[in-house]
């Protein structure tokens, strides 16, 4: 195994034991206001599955309405009777649909489940630790994320609905108030609210992870005798604190803006709806700048921990140390660094001057460097091991492709002439999904058919694994590899209908094939969650260390 994952067991801890804490009596104390790290990591764990699943479901509603814009659907009406007036969705309610998908997506699960579930639940059993540095921190940590997710959902059923001005709120769409459209009001304070609540959740957490890894590390354990999970979460905690800290401040001027009557990033000028409004100075570039600061670290918070799981897991079943694990752990640290810098190749089309724009593409293209050397690290690793295929191991496998198919595509993008021309195209939706969304989903799937044993004292079907990740892995690519090819085309996003488009005309049959796609994945996802609850139960007993693995939280006997 890795350096760092052989030092988790067959070396000194110092002479102190792990103590388990009797858990405290009665069931609200022990299960809902817990204190114990495994139990809010499972608390992380399900409400991000609850999100991801009410977000699979906005998402294929997009889907299919693309497809056929002009189909009928009687109890759409029912759920949305403005926006979908007739049965037919409106514009307006597909913008508040991807919206709504792209943000709980972004934050309530690929925020949520990697760093905060995962993490919460093994970092202490990693280093040695008896729980996390600030036990009721962790507590009102995970319960701001749940309110802050309440708070977003509420924006559903208040007057107007949802907003519809993107999971990135650019204003001045966003800035106005409810003269900009139906969600813009009480529904896009609503959203602003969640964010900052979120925002001040991930800040209480960050702190409590870097507070645990620096303080409460087993006594002879030292930084670089970590298995790569616990630095993935150290370093993702990190960018969370800077990250999280500018986006706070954006969301409270944002909501200022609308209800205040200051200008931070409103012009003068504005006229929306045959209405002249009353502001001066802003500057809607401002918030980018704001928003892409915290926004490219983002991917990078939702990547970096499944880097960690992905060596681990690679390592464990190629029965092999893994490749190069100084030079992992330099390319992690050099990652999260580089990603404070590149913020900027968002916003090659907001007019920015042409050398900025060079230096933001040269930088972004160094990024590529300590992402290639872990890529050509996790090859080596696999190099003349024997690969023990599970569910885990495949799943692990899948991210590597998806990380090498969605950086290649990013080349692409980071150039400012070529971004120029698929800034707004299908085929920046493709690329991020790919690189950020569904490859971090993979990491999150190894994760858990790798450490559900641990976590549940059962182990789950592989046979429903294997063919759990089959599907999916086809899935994934023939729904996001043609949306590169739409791209390519000039098919535009966040355009609900495009039949008016006669050069996208041909297009037809490639949405058509993209929605089934997401239809036949979005069902494969329905035996994962049966494979997960009934092996919680039902599953047969697991050994106690399973996969043979050498990290130390396998040589703990407990399990919550």
Same mark, same amino acid.
């Given at each position: 195994?890795?350096?760092?994952?052989?030092?988790?067991?067959?070396?000194?801890?110092?002479?102190?034991?792990?103590?388990?804490?009797?858990?405290?009596?009665?069931?609200?104390?022990?299960?809902?206001?817990?204190?114990?790290?495994?139990?809010?990591?499972?608390?992380?764990?399900?409400?991000?599955?609850?999100?991801?699943?009410?977000?699979?479901?906005?998402?294929?509603?997009?889907?299919?309405?693309?497809?056929?814009?002009?189909?009928?659907?009687?109890?759409?009406?029912?759920?949305?009777?403005?926006?979908?007036?007739?049965?037919?969705?409106?514009?307006?309610?597909?913008?508040?649909?991807?919206?709504?998908?792209?943000?709980?997506?972004?934050?309530?699960?690929?925020?949520?489940?990697?760093?905060?579930?995962?993490?919460?639940?093994?970092?202490?059993?990693?280093?040695?630790?008896?729980?996390?540095?600030?036990?009721?921190?962790?507590?009102?940590?995970?319960?701001?994320?749940?309110?802050?997710?309440?708070?977003?959902?509420?924006?559903?059923?208040?007057?107007?609905?949802?907003?519809?001005?993107?999971?990135?709120?650019?204003?001045?769409?966003?800035?106005?108030?409810?003269?900009?459209?139906?969600?813009?009001?009480?529904?896009?304070?609503?959203?602003?609210?969640?964010?900052?609540?979120?925002?001040?959740?991930?800040?209480?957490?960050?702190?409590?992870?870097?507070?645990?890894?620096?303080?409460?590390?087993?006594?002879?354990?030292?930084?670089?005798?970590?298995?790569?999970?616990?630095?993935?979460?150290?370093?993702?905690?990190?960018?969370?604190?800077?990250?999280?800290?500018?986006?706070?401040?954006?969301?409270?001027? +944002?909501?200022?803006?609308?209800?205040?009557?200051?200008?931070?990033?409103?012009?003068?000028?504005?006229?929306?709806?045959?209405?002249?409004?009353?502001?001066?100075?802003?500057?809607?570039?401002?918030?980018?700048?704001?928003?892409?600061?915290?926004?490219?670290?983002?991917?990078?918070?939702?990547?970096?921990?499944?880097?960690?799981?992905?060596?681990?897991?690679?390592?464990?079943?190629?029965?092999?140390?893994?490749?190069?694990?100084?030079?992992?752990?330099?390319?992690?640290?050099?990652?999260?660094?580089?990603?404070? +810098?590149?913020?900027?190749?968002?916003?090659?089309?907001?007019?920015?001057?042409?050398?900025?724009?060079?230096?933001?593409?040269?930088?972004?293209?160094?990024?590529?460097?300590?992402?290639?050397?872990?890529?050509?690290?996790?090859?080596?690793?696999?190099?003349?091991?024997?690969?023990?295929?599970?569910?885990?191991?495949?799943?692990?496998?899948?991210?590597?492709?998806?990380?090498?198919?969605?950086?290649?595509?990013?080349?692409?993008?980071?150039?400012?002439?070529?971004?120029?021309?698929?800034?707004?195209?299908?085929? =920046?939706?493709?690329?991020?999904?790919?690189?950020?969304?569904?490859?971090? =989903?993979?990491?999150?799937?190894?994760?858990?058919?790798?450490?559900?044993?641990?976590?549940?004292?059962?182990?789950?079907?592989?046979?429903?694994?294997?063919?759990?990740?089959?599907?999916?892995?086809?899935?994934?690519?023939?729904?996001?590899?043609?949306?590169?090819?739409?791209?390519?085309?000039?098919?535009?996003?966040?355009?609900?209908?495009?039949?008016?488009?006669?050069?996208?005309?041909?297009?037809?049959?490639?949405?058509?094939?993209?929605?089934?796609?997401?239809?036949?994945?979005?069902?494969?996802?329905?035996?994962?969650?049966?494979?997960?609850?009934?092996?919680?139960?039902?599953?047969?007993?697991?050994?106690?260390?399973?996969?043979?693995?050498?990290?130390?939280?396998?040589?703990?006997?407990?399990?919550?």
């Amino acid at each position: 195994m890795a350096a760092g994952d052989l030092a988790a067991t067959g070396r000194d801890y110092g002479s102190r034991e792990p103590v388990v804490a009797a858990p405290p009596p009665g069931f609200v104390r022990r299960w809902i206001f817990s204190t114990d790290h495994k139990v809010i990591g499972k608390q992380y764990y399900f409400l991000a599955l609850f999100a991801a699943f009410l977000g699979m479901a906005l998402s294929l509603l997009m889907r299919w309405h693309l497809i056929d814009p002009d189909r009928k659907i009687a109890w759409l009406e029912k759920l949305w009777p403005e926006g979908a007036a007739g049965g037919i969705m409106t514009p307006e309610l597909y913008l508040s649909l991807m919206t709504m998908h792209g943000t709980i997506m972004v934050f309530f699960v690929l925020t949520t489940v990697p760093q905060s579930g995962f993490g919460n639940y093994f970092l202490p059993l990693q280093i040695g630790a008896d729980d996390m540095a600030f036990p009721r921190l962790n507590m009102a940590s995970f319960w701001t994320t749940f309110v802050s997710f309440l708070v977003l959902i509420a924006a559903f059923v208040v007057p107007g609905g949802a907003p519809l001005g993107g999971w990135t709120a650019y204003p001045p769409l966003s800035g106005v108030g409810a003269i900009a459209g139906p969600g813009m009001g009480l529904g896009m304070d609503l959203w602003i609210v969640s964010i900052a609540l979120f925002c001040i959740a991930s800040l209480m957490g960050a702190i409590n992870f870097v507070a645990t890894l620096v303080d409460l590390r087993a006594p002879s354990l030292g930084l670089m005798q970590l298995p790569l999970t616990c630095w993935g979460w150290f370093t993702t905690a990190m960018i969370s604190l800077l990250a999280f800290a500018v986006l706070l401040p954006g969301g409270v001027l +944002l909501l200022m803006d609308r209800n205040l009557g200051t200008s931070f990033f409103l012009p003068a000028g504005l006229v929306v709806s045959d209405r002249a409004l009353q502001h001066s100075g802003g500057s809607p570039i401002l918030w980018q700048h704001l928003f892409w600061f915290f926004g490219h670290p983002e991917v990078y918070i939702a990547i970096l921990p499944g880097m960690g799981f992905v060596s681990t897991i690679l390592s464990t079943f190629a029965r092999k140390p893994i490749f190069g694990y100084r030079a992992m752990v330099y390319a992690m640290v050099a990652i999260a660094a580089l990603g404070f +810098l590149v913020w900027g190749h968002h916003m090659f089309v907001s007019g920015m001057n042409p050398y900025s724009a060079i230096a933001f593409s040269l930088i972004t293209m160094t990024v590529g460097v300590p992402s290639a050397i872990k890529t050509f690290n996790w090859v080596g690793t696999l190099w003349g091991g024997k690969l023990w295929i599970t569910t885990p191991s495949l799943f692990a496998l899948g991210f590597v492709s998806l990380f090498v198919s969605g950086g290649i595509t990013g080349i692409l993008l980071g150039q400012p002439a070529m971004d120029m021309y698929f800034h707004d195209t299908y085929f =920046v939706v493709g690329h991020f999904h790919l690189i950020m969304g569904v490859a971090a =989903v993979f990491a999150m799937f190894a994760g858990t058919y790798y450490w559900f044993p641990k976590m549940f004292g059962r182990m789950m079907n592989e046979t429903l694994g294997k063919a759990h990740f089959l599907v999916t892995f086809l899935g994934v690519y023939a729904i996001f590899v043609p949306m590169h090819i739409a791209g390519i085309v000039g098919n535009p996003r966040r355009y609900p209908d495009f039949k008016e488009f006669e050069f996208l005309a041909d297009l037809k049959f490639l949405h058509t094939m993209m929605t089934h796609a997401a239809m036949s994945t979005a069902a494969i996802q329905l035996v994962f969650l049966f494979n997960l609850f009934w092996s919680m139960y039902r599953g047969s007993v697991a050994p106690a260390n399973p996969w043979h693995a050498t990290t130390r939280e396998w040589s703990s006997d407990e399990y919550e």
